[in-house]
């Protein structure tokens, strides 16, 4: 687990369901991960887009239909 002073703030205002990742709060490694993977952060998507857990951009433009 990352140490973040930022991370109990950051942590109120996060939309990611998926419980078990590391990276929750910890926005720099979270865009980090994602954006390595070709993928964009859960918090950018819908609700129900993110609960798919599908980060691809190709999903992210069909969440904005
Ligand atoms: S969007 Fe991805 S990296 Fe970020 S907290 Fe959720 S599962 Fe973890």
Redesign the pocket.
């Known amino acids: 687990m990352p140490n973040c002073p930022n991370q109990p703030r950051n942590l109120k205002g996060?939309t990611?369901s998926?419980s078990s990742?590391g990276?929750?709060g910890v926005c720099c490694?979270?865009v980090a991960?994602?954006r390595a993977a070709g993928e964009i952060?859960?918090?950018f998507f819908s609700k129900a887009g993110e609960r798919s857990y599908d980060?691809s951009a190709a999903n992210f433009v069909q969440d904005q239909e």
Do not use: S, V
Request: proline share 7%.
């Open positions: 996060c990611c998926y990742c990276n929750r490694d979270c991960q994602h952060p859960g918090c980060r």
